[in-house]
């Protein structure tokens, strides 16, 4: 009968005596990790203490509590506003909380991805990374040139074990088994009276790609985010826009980031189209966003046309243009207290306020405006558009997002709009400090609801606007992270190797056939793993049935006295079991 057994000791050990207790090169460490010294205090002076600190950094538990820390690092940046990302946010807070506000800039947190403390944890993970990572490249690379280690003296005491004699000459069963190792992608070798083998080397493979991407994600982070650039721009149908500085709305970018870095490039906005649910729970929402531009790359590159959508942006070179928003511009005519246009058929883009996009924003007429009198002054009106407007005694909101019966309220003001102060100031905010409100007859503020193609005349002959038609606009934000693909890269590889790390199990099998006291020849099969695996007894127990096939068991003696060691198996059958776990 044959003996299928699993071993309660640990790898290793041996219940049978001191004799037992090391399995030599066999049960040496299936994986590259350094072996962890104990702990103990370091050498005196500067180069014992520099080696005693190397060796803390690049243990795994401080990298592990390195990228605990940059976790823990990167909160802040998500809770409180950052300078690099609304500088007007952190204005705001610092207004509203005078007490936390310099507690906050002595600590960094408005600016946290370049503070010097996470700048500094930042380092040294990546440091510690690269310290764990070189040596066990090196040390798995010796492991590829050599050969897996001869059997131990005693399989026994493995933790996944199996017997049975055979009739099969020894060299006849070693044959067999170097083949049938091999076929199923062992490494495997003869090795005196056995053969050797071990597969599962992915397993290392997995885990040192998942160590290397996390340090091409850390580099393609840092540099994206010192050389990254990202600005907007509102552009009205019919206008366009060249890829400077100076053409756009707002902008932000990278700490070593430069002018001459942008790509040469321009694009016109020929038309927006935008769809919208008409019935149902989801009336008002969108269905498409298209802009349809003519596009140029260089000074005398050829113009292409191409739609730009919603996640589908215009890919120029290192630069994505994304279609981000969108609204309505009124077309107003004003004329002054003579008559003389003074604005012809401008269109005033206007910021919406919900998602049926009632918009509202400033009209500023700066330039060449004469009041009745003939004196110099400067207009503005408060402007509220609903493309929607549900008719006289409704709320003033938009019905719908599209543009079905449009209606401009417009109030309006004189004096100076603050534009000459060299005060920056916003064009969708009247500065009402220096100027007056035009009258109406009972003494208030004189304002007018209009519908496309009617006149609001100022009280006491200061002019009139006239409200022409609507234009449509179209916001873009034009981006250029390089390192992302290096970054994206580094993520799905950290993904795979972690999964070959976590499901690949490195495993040793030897296969020993040696001839028995009797003339018999004795096969002996075992099994090594790195981690108490099921995988080990399963993968060995169906090996062992494969190999009884090419060499079956010998039959059963005449019962007799047995004559052999008391260890010599019993002459044996098919293994009935597969190995279990021990």
């Known amino acids: 009968m044959s003996k299928t057994t699993t071993d309660t000791s640990p790898a290793g050990t041996s219940p049978g005596g001191a004799e037992d207790q090391d399995l030599g090169a066999a049960g040496s460490q299936l994986s590259t990790a350094p072996a962890e010294d104990a702990p103990s205090m370091p050498a005196l002076g500067v180069i014992g203490w520099a080696r005693w600190f190397w060796r803390q950094l690049t243990s795994m538990r401080v990298a592990l509590l390195l990228l605990l820390l940059l976790s823990l690092g990167a909160i802040p940046g998500s809770l409180i506003p950052q300078t690099g990302i609304d500088a007007t946010q952190v204005e705001d807070f610092r207004q509203r909380h005078e ?336 100027l007056k409100e035009f009258k109406d007859s009972d003494g208030k503020l004189f304002k007018k609801q209009l519908a496309i193609g009617q006149t609001m005349t100022l009280p006491d002959g200061a002019g009139s606007v006239t409200f022409e038609g609507v234009k449509e606009w179209a916001g873009f934000q034009i981006t250029r992270q390089p390192a992302s693909g290096w970054a994206l890269a580094g993520a799905v590889a950290a993904i795979f190797g972690l999964a070959g790390s976590l499901f690949i199990q490195r495993r040793r099998v030897w296969v020993r056939a040696v001839k028995g006291a009797d003339g018999v020849t004795v096969v002996e099969m075992a099994g090594l793993g790195r981690s108490e695996s099921a995988k080990v007894p399963e993968e060995l127990g169906e090996l062992a049935g494969i190999l009884y096939e090419r060499a079956p068991g010998a039959p059963e003696p005449d019962p007799s006295p047995r004559s052999g060691p008391p260890d010599t198996p019993d002459p044996a059958a098919v293994p009935a079991e597969r190995a279990e776990k021990k």
Not at 156 to 185: I, M
Not at 209 to 219: K, P, R, S, T
């Open 99 to 434: 007490t936390l506000a310099p507690i906050y800039d002595k600590l960094g947190l408005f600016h946290v991805y370049s503070s010097v403390w996470f700048s500094a944890i930042y380092i040294l993970l990546f440091v510690s990374l690269i310290g764990c990572i070189v040596p066990r490249t090196w040390q798995f690379v010796g492991q590829l040139r050599g050969r897996p280690p001869k059997a131990p003296k005693r399989l026994t005491r493995l933790p996944a074990y199996t017997t049975w004699r055979t009739e099969a000459e020894p060299e006849q069963v070693r044959e067999a088994a170097l083949a049938l190792l091999k076929k199923r992608r062992f490494r495997a070798h003869a090795a005196g009276d056995a053969v050797a083998a071990e597969k599962g080397y992915l397993r290392e493979v997995g885990n040192l790609v998942f160590h290397i991407a996390l340090i091409v994600m850390l580099v393609a982070f840092a540099w994206g985010q010192l050389f990254k650039f990202e600005g907007n721009k509102l552009i009205l149908e019919g206008d366009g826009f060249s890829n400077t500085l100076t053409q756009y709305d707002d902008q932000k970018s990278g700490t070593l980031f430069t002018p001459d870095d942008l790509e040469p490039f321009s694009f016109v906005l020929k038309d927006f189209k935008g769809t919208y649910e008409a019935t149902g729970p989801n009336r008002g929402t969108p269905r498409t966003y298209e802009a349809d531009v003519t596009y140029s790359v260089g000074a005398y590159g050829e113009e292409k046309q191409t739609t730009v959508k919603v996640n589908e942006p215009l890919k120029i070179d290192g630069s994505k243009v994304y279609l981000v928003s969108h609204g309505y511009a009124p077309v107003l005519t004003v004329r002054d207290g003579r008559g003389n246009v003074v604005m012809d058929r401008e269109a005033v883009p206007l910021l919406p306020l919900d998602a049926n996009v009632t918009s509202s924003g400033a009209v500023k007429v700066m330039d060449g405006y004469r009041n009745a009198e003939g004196k110099k002054e400067q207009l503005g009106f408060n402007a509220h558009f609903l493309p929607a407007y549900g008719g006289k005694g409704t709320t003033m909101l938009s019905r719908f997002p599209a543009l079905i019966n449009p209606m401009l309220a417009l109030s309006a003001y004189h004096g100076d709009l603050g534009v000459d102060s060299g005060i920056p100031q916003s064009v969708y905010q009247l500065d009402k400090k220096n």
